[in-house]
């Protein structure tokens, strides 16, 4: 009897650990130029109702670099797509299958490129999931395009996330205002971080922000650039979690 109790309590634990994992599925959509874009969904909740957060890598990365990340995100209540863009190499055991598909038709994939993609993968989500609020997650360069897709297309967020933002467009011809000019029109709720020593790199972007519900994070250790800062294996990451914890619940997201 004690060992069928046992046997019993164990299954039970296992089941409840598997029912409640995190498991992505891969999905393709195309940008603008019909070059398709790999993404990975995180759903662990119905799928009708639950708010979506659209997440975008830094440079040089991909998708992987929310394979951590997005199963936490369900954790706090929402579900999570996962999107290569095509400015981009590898993360975390995932080639970003966008950028590899760009390249092989010869298009260019600097940082600007990408704006199209952030586009599409949000206009994709808009449009599947049009009863669901949806959120845009951006990292390095993606934070940056993620809150000019926020001042210029407000129809398509209903809130934005960037980890380390920055004007990082002059060097291919960009204003070095292009993100500050487009962050004047943002309306949605806005949350903005990085490690210590990036502060002055977004913090004219902020204040040109003019909703009332932004909010920044700066942490009192030296921290992380993009979104890394939230991976386990740093010490300071819980901190960065709960500032974002703190901001998706004040923003009613």
């Not at 498991?23 to 070059?35: C, Y």
């Not at 000019?148 to 967020?157: M, N, R, T």
């Not at 003019?210 to 993009?226: C, D, L, N, Q």
């Amino acid at each position: 009897m004690l060992l069928r109790n046992l046997l019993t309590s164990c299954f039970l634990i296992l089941f409840s650990t598997v029912s409640h994992a995190s498991e992505s599925i891969v999905i393709d959509f195309k940008s603008a130029d019909n070059l398709l874009i790999t993404a990975d969904t995180y759903f662990s909740h119905p799928i009708d109702t639950t708010p979506i957060i659209v997440l975008f890598h830094q440079a040089g990365s991909s998708r992987g670099e929310y394979n951590e990340i997005a199963p936490r995100l369900n954790k706090l209540g929402f579900n999570c797509i996962a999107v290569d863009l095509r400015s981009g190499e590898y993360s975390r055991g995932k080639d970003n299958e966008t950028a590899i598909r760009a390249s092989n038709a010869g298009l260019s994939t600097n940082y600007a490129d990408a704006l199209p993609d952030l586009i599409a993968a949000l206009q994709y989500t808009r449009k599947k999931y049009n009863h669901n609020k949806v959120i845009a997650w951006g990292s390095s360069y993606s934070a940056s395009l993620a809150l000019k897709v926020a001042g210029d297309y407000p129809q398509l967020i209903d809130g934005v996330l960037a980890f380390s933002p920055g004007e990082y467009f002059s060097h291919i011809g960009k204003s070095k205002t292009w993100i500050r000019d487009s962050a004047k029109n943002i309306k949605a709720p806005t949350f903005i971080t990085s490690s210590k020593n990036e502060v002055d790199s977004w913090n004219v972007i902020y204040e040109a922000i003019p909703t009332k519900t932004k909010t920044s994070f700066i942490p009192a250790t030296a921290g992380r650039h993009g979104s890394r800062a939230l991976w386990n294996k740093y010490d300071d990451s819980e901190d960065y979690w709960q500032a974002v914890s703190k901001f998706l619940n004040s923003a009613k997201l």
